[in-house]
């Protein structure tokens, strides 16, 4: 209960923040959408930064390190570094002067001038709107997840299917509440200050967690030797002999597993006699956890060679144990070759399967409330269990060995394209607006790429740590495999910190979960109220206190469908967030065209929109809707084939129609003065 | 020194791409992989970079026009 009071005390404060902006708020629509203008160094660098720092950031980096290793840092941290400061030096300057010479609010507005088609704009709200959502999505999941892991057992008898604690569906509408009323009430002003004093929370308490977590682990150096010894690949980019070897091994066990399993069931449960499985039992030495039995059972059934299967009948052996969607149509090779780790890793793995451990004897024996003693009379047992816990079990115990992954070069050198969406963020955008003035820029462009390097190296460091983190006096894993990765940040941060420090530094990762939500909320409120309601209702139609109430309306409406989406099945965050980085990024030749390109047109832009958001989607759902974190096209990132495309098209279709006018460029491309 | 800031960005991206380091493990100060501290030390770099870039490659004139027309439609 005490992380959970913690929890409430701070977004207490943060709307007492959101209350204090909205009294030094003007009135006017201008002020609520841009601050009038009046965002200094400061407070542009700390809502800059707070923006783009995103659970992405902090859960996100944390569990794909926890998957991936260490390399994620170069993956996206550092290059975002170059490539961030980069989009706010060449485009965010250069776009702020133009909305402070002919009054932009948003993305669209300038897409239209420039551009001298009105269209344009109706082609690239649904894109945008649509491409937020799902990065909304990341920080309303996000919220959920922390929240409900943080408070797991804080109720008595309230929540028993959520583990006695707050359920996700309850924490992420909380969050959104919370961040729906300071940007309801305060406007850019409010985020801004809401967002530099969350920036400085997270930024304060991501580096107590990795001091805290890290002196629990006994030490940085402890341990990173700790990894080191048993997953020495989460240190480079490469697999570890060692570790391709000890997945190897327990890949063999466990496809006798499978294996026993199905002969067992072809023969009615009687493979083997009731003497075979008791001298099994008696013989076991691994821990009894789980389907322990069957694995004993498995040993005696493999020394008696009663395992007679063909080879189609391992196959389908590996898919059922592993809970995978069998193939409507079997390649040719079903009934000649075995299946290895990696073939078997191809095929979809169906995650609603481990519903059934809740309701199975050999999985929720232990399953209760986190706060009560498995058994009274033997406490070293140790506590029940939660249902989180027992679908670990569950999948720690049924599914094949999580295989050892290299990263592959050409991904890694294809990343670079993902920051560029930056580029093309519209609350970006709108952020830059706000800048009181060009100096207003310097601190941002300079200190980004450091700020990036505080929080993500730490989240990184100690992804990395959880992967060989042990139970304390035992050599057993303290996060077991197939662990959600989402959550690896919220159980280190439970597990090695007392109730109060737990509960502040899930404030601080919330912090950086809602310092993300607020800009986009009301960013995608001033599109609709600038780009369609005022743009085609006109001017003069709305009064500025209509257009606020117009604003706030859709920022609800939209943050509703966000949340009702969160409620669905969740992915990644990582995974999805690179989907929905990918989807501005395939639109960043047509700013910076815009922008440095005379010869751009309006066809060449529609070009460039239709061809970027077509190959999207069809990557979108070839990735099976981001469930294959590992989709690539030609061996590459999916981005690296959509940005030179859409550039691609962009400028073919430009060169083949007619250009705009040189009185029109005039005004996006002056003279320079001798 | 406009054009050494630009070149120090592309030698930035170059250097961010360490292939050189795929498989070595080895742990700097007994606790930092050697990938990450590169990573880390690319970031650095950026920060300096951008730093120059403020330096020698700030748009004034851009600036400086943008300012005046404001002003002036004011």
New interface residues.
Partial sequence: MVPLIVICVYLVLLLALGIFASTLFRGSSQDYMLASHSIGPFLLLMSLFGTTMTAFALVGSTGEAYAEG??V??LL???S??IH??CF?VLG??L???G??YGYTTQIQFFRDRLQSDKIGILLFPILVGLVIPYLLIGVMASGTVVSAVSEGAFSNMFAEYDYGVPNWLGSLVISIVVLIYVFFGGMRGTAWANAFQTIVFMILGIITFWVISDNLGG??A???AV?KRN?SK????V?ESDEQKYEKAFATWQSLAEYNYANKKANGELLTPEQKAKAIADYKGPPIGNWKARAEANVAVANNLLNLSVAEKNDAFMEQDDRVMPKQKPQWWDKEVMTGHELNEYQRNEDAVLAAYTDPIYNKNMGHPNDLINPDKPELGTKWTRKRTAGVYRATKWSPEEPRAMS?LV??TY?FIPLSVGMFPHLFQHWLTAK??QSF?LP??????F??IVW?PC??VG?WATSAVVPGTERALIPPHFNTNAVLPFMVANMSGPFLSGLLTAGVLAAIMSSLDSQFLCIGTMFTEDIVVHYGGKKRFTDKQVLIIARCFIIAIVAITYILSLYEPRRVFTLGVWTFSGFSSLFPLVFAALYWKRLTKAGAYACVITAIGLWCLFFYMSDMALNPHFTVFGMMPVATMVPAAAIAMIVVSLMTQPPSEEHLARFF?Q??A | MRYVVWLL?VA??IL????W?????T?VG????I??L???G???G??FV??L??IF???S???E???Q??EG?E
Avoid at chain 1, 445 to 450: E, F, K, Y
Avoid at chain 2, 30 to 33: N, R, T, Y
């Fill in positions: 260490v390399g840092y170069g941290a550092s290059s570094g170059i400061s980069l030096f300057i250069k702020w002067s133009l402070k010479k940085v150096k341990a990173s030797e080191e020495p240190l480079m980019r490469s570890a070069m890694f050198i670079m003035n060009a310097k462009v300079v200190a980004h790429p450091i990036i390097a190296i990184v460091l990395v002056p320079k003065k | 960005v930035l991206i961010h791409q360490d292939l380091y795929w498989d070595d493990r742990l007994g606790f930092m992989p990938t990450l590169w990573q880390a690319i970031s650095l950026a920060g951008w730093f870039a403020t490659a700030w748009p004139d851009l600036i026009e943008a300012q027309e404001a439609g």
